[in-house]
């Protein structure tokens, strides 16, 4: 008798989904650029004057996220204290997407160091198991950034991010249909992804204190309780059952997510106004996407590519949250101004929108200025709705016109090809970070 030689996905896991999340990823990337740093205690942040992110050795030594550099350098005399270089964590982060790329077909670039990787029915066709495929992905990025990460195998989201989190850094853990309950029965309710501060004090209330006792509880008891949808989501993602897909667009909600966009323009441009448009037209676009997703942001950085492959950024911590790009054009406009360098050929541009708050939990200021920026966010949700029903960039605003300027003549086009074929050790060296492949 002939047997097909069909292979059928392991049924552990209905679904497979893997969350990578980098480990310390900014103080991370910081010791990666500069061996100096390695084994120190590093802390991100310098320019805010609280920290941002810690390498291990520093969170050994008893400092936490947000704690004042002034504190920090109280108790820990020896601390190596950087400036945030978010071109650089972006240039990471981009290729951290794309070597899980390599691998899933499905991937959601969830923020700046996290990823959510959708597997299923990869262990069929390559002929491994989804802890091997999950296990390969974290060995070719650690190899390929020298970072570490923790790493999470499971039916689901939710719980895919609870698991990377376990044992971390530089941790992997499965959870199979048959581990949830023991898993889950160790596990605080108040650290599962979705639950804020005061839906984990009700569910005390109620007596649920573990993840294991929430998903012991019927259906009925959500409903009689009158959860909201997310938290009867969350439940069904913690019995395994996956009702978040991989690849739906999603942001942080609370200050962890970013939003990014790039683009390169050719032919190269020393023309100061046309630069300037390219960088208003991914304002717009990073704004238009916070406001689909109802965030708005309290730190923005930029930079600027040259033709020789040298980046200018900058980082600004906002006063009060954006989401507009009016104001965030004038904001960035005076620090763009003074990086432009007249006479050489920029590339590309590109804007970062990080600490994403959510825009309902904005607190209005002292001086009103927020409740100005609320009524601008009445004229972009228009703008907004003209873009949806007759395209992108329908209705843009003036400093980006210049970026739709006809497509250049075909001379200048050549010229700029010429000039991207530079040796590649020329621009390894003209990178202020390591050659981590073509990103941008
Ligand atoms: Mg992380």
Redesign the pocket.
């Known amino acids: 008798m002939v047997r097909s030689a069909v292979r059928i996905s392991d049924p552990e896991y209905p679904r497979a989904i893997v969350h990578f999340?980098?480990?310390a990823?900014f103080a991370s990337v910081e010791q990666m650029m500069d061996w100096r740093l390695r084994g120190r205690p590093v802390v991100t942040g310098g320019e805010r004057g609280a920290a941002t992110s810690l390498s291990y050795e520093a969170k050994a030594r008893g400092v936490h996220r947000g704690m004042l550099m002034s504190e920090i350098r109280r108790r820990v005399p020896d601390v190596v204290v950087v400036r945030s270089d978010y071109t650089a964590y972006s240039i990471f982060a981009k290729r951290m997407y794309a070597i899980v790329r390599e691998t899933a077909h499905v991937v959601e670039e969830y923020s700046i160091?996290?990823c959510f990787a959708d597997i299923t029915g990869l262990d069929a066709e390559l002929g491994k198991s989804y802890e091997e495929i999950a296990l390969y992905i974290k060995e070719q990025l650690q190899t390929s950034l020298g970072i570490t990460f923790g790493v999470g195998l499971a039916p689901s989201k939710v719980l895919a991010k609870a698991a990377s989190k376990y044992n971390k850094p530089d941790s992997f853990t499965a959870l199979p249909l048959s581990r949830i309950p023991d898993f889950l029965a160790q596990t605080s309710i108040g650290s599962i992804w979705g639950m804020g501060g005061s839906a984990t004090l009700r569910m005390m209330k109620l007596g649920v204190d573990t993840a294991g006792q929430f998903i012991d509880k019927p259906y009925g008891w959500l409903v009689d309780e009158k959860f909201a949808k997310p938290y009867k989501d969350i439940w069904h993602e913690l019995r395994g059952v996956s009702v978040r897909p991989v690849g739906e667009e999603s942001v942080g909600r609370s200050g962890i997510g970013s939003i990014m966009r790039t683009r390169t323009f050719t032919p190269p441009s020393t023309d100061r106004s046309y630069v300037f448009a390219q960088l208003a037209q991914n304002i717009e676009g990073v704004c238009a996407k916070a406001r689909r997703h109802g965030v708005t942001a309290r730190g923005v950085s930029f930079f600027l590519k040259t033709q020789d492959f040298q980046y200018q950024s900058r980082s600004i911590d906002l006063p009060v949250a954006l989401n507009t790009p009016s104001d965030l054009i004038r904001t960035l406009s005076p620090h763009f101004y003074e990086l432009f360098i007249p006479g050489i050929q920029y590339r590309a541009t590109g804007v970062t929108l990080h600490t994403l708050i959510s825009a309902a939990a904005v607190t209005p200021d002292l001086f009103g200025e927020s409740v100005r920026v609320g009524s601008r966010a009445k004229v972009f949700g228009a703008v907004d709705a003209i873009n949806r029903r007759y395209g992108r960039n329908t209705l843009h605003t003036g400093a980006s016109l210049l970026s739709y300027a006809a497509t250049p003549a075909r001379r200048g086009l050549h010229e700029g090809r010429l000039r991207f074929l530079l040796p590649i050790e020329q621009r390894q060296k003209a990178l202020n970070v390591p050659y981590l492949g073509e990103v941008l």
């Open positions: 999340d980098g480990d990823f160091d996290e």
